[in-house]
């Protein structure tokens, strides 16, 4: 049986570790290095699926959790699966539950067979599995599933650590059996350890050796200083299959996107883009500005001179000032446009920069740019 989700490398940049590849999968093939923006409740916050797609978005991410919880895969599996529910017929990435059990939820008991934790709207007891997770997946018909796995927070001790990754490496097993490899859904292995090479080393031992088709980092983004996050990408990544996608859940931001590709990272996702732009933090190619400053009141130039997004090639900094400070709805939907629009940009820029082969002087001059301290 073909599998349903294939990497295809194309070059590995010349000045860095970075490489250029498609990802394909039921639901269309889409370029890495890859910035998914995150529709956790089946929308991405305020964008159309029409708007996504003009903005060259190849992927989108969603939620097991959440949309177990409302309005339910039951639902969504009777609507046809989540392409059909949300009118997005490109490939959708759902991560598995694990991290937003941990991140949303009070009270949680981490047991063999899974997890127990109170409902975060309601506070009913539920309990998470990795069967109950794939089913949930399966329901929703995302074209890359995730594995059930556990993100301890960060710091966590080495002892609590290693029995974490053993643990998510037997969720990992049940997480194969129970989704019987359906034909046209990717499930993806996610590799945890933290801030510990002996660990991740041994997470990706295991889980290689269960022969995924694509493999995430798990276990960062989770407040660590950014060097620890790209030490731990520098002894992971190796050990990653050079033939599979290589997926860095919950970043990011415009250094970590870039320092990620240069560490041979294929696929991001983050919130952050929609998450700022809705209290009207900008992403610029001069840094981040936030449009309610007074500064903005008469600035009737763009957002950024540099961006061709909807935004900035209609609207004023003056008019979206505005819109914010009177907290009209129309606001965040330019600021979320413009966000999503300059990190697909960026995404792009990182392609070129890798068959140009020389994505190491364009981290220079973007971080020069950008105002970001130099390495
Ligand atoms: C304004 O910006 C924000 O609100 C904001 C919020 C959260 C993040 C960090 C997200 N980080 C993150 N997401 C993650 C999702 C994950 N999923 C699984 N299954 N396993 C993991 O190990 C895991 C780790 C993550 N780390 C970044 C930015
Ligand atoms: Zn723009």
Known sequence: M??????????????????????????????????????????VKTMSPEELKAMNAGIILSNTYHLWLRPGNDIIKEAGGLHKF??????????????????????RNIKEEGVHFRNHMNGDKLFLSPEKAMQIQNDLGSD??????????????????????????????????????????????????G????????SARDLVSLDFPGYAIGGLSVGEPKDVMNRALEFTTPLMPADKPRY?????????????????IDMFDCVLPTRIARNGTLMTSTGRLNIKNAAFKRDFGPIDDKC???????????????????????????????????????????????????LGDFREEFFE???????
């Open 248 to 264: 860095l859940m919950g970043v990011g931001s415009p250094d970590s996107l870039i320092d990620g590709a240069i560490r041979g």
């Open 144 to 193: 890359i599933m995730m594995a059930f796995d556990e993100c301890p927070p960060f710091p966590a001790t080495h002892e609590y650590m290693k029995s974490s990754v053993e643990r998510t490496s037997r969720w990992a097993e049940r997480c194969l059996e129970a989704h019987e490899r359906k034909a046209d859904q990717g499930l993806f292995g996610i590799i945890q350890g």
């Open 195 to 202: 801030e510990f090479e002996d660990l991740r080393k041994q």
């Open 86 to 107: 949300m009118n997005w017929d490109r490939p959708i990435l759902t991560d598995s539950g694990g991290f937003q059990v941990f991140s949303l939820s009070e009270f």
């Open 369 to 375: 740019a950008y105002g970001f301290n130099k390495p």
């Open 308 to 358: 061709d997004c909807y935004t900035c090639k209609n609207y004023s900094r003056a008019y979206v000032h505005h819109l914010i400070r009177a907290d009209e709805t129309f606001g965040i939907r330019l600021t979320s446009y413009h966000n999503l629009q300059f990190l697909l940009n960026l995404m792009g820029q990182v392609r070129q920069a890798i068959r140009e082969d020389r």
């Open 2 to 43: 073909t599998a349903a989700v294939t990497y295809e490398h194309i070059k590995t940049c010349k000045q860095t570790g970075a490489r250029l590849g498609i990802v394909h999968t039921p639901h269309g093939s889409f370029e890495t290095p890859a910035f998914m923006p995150v529709g956790t409740q089946a929308t």
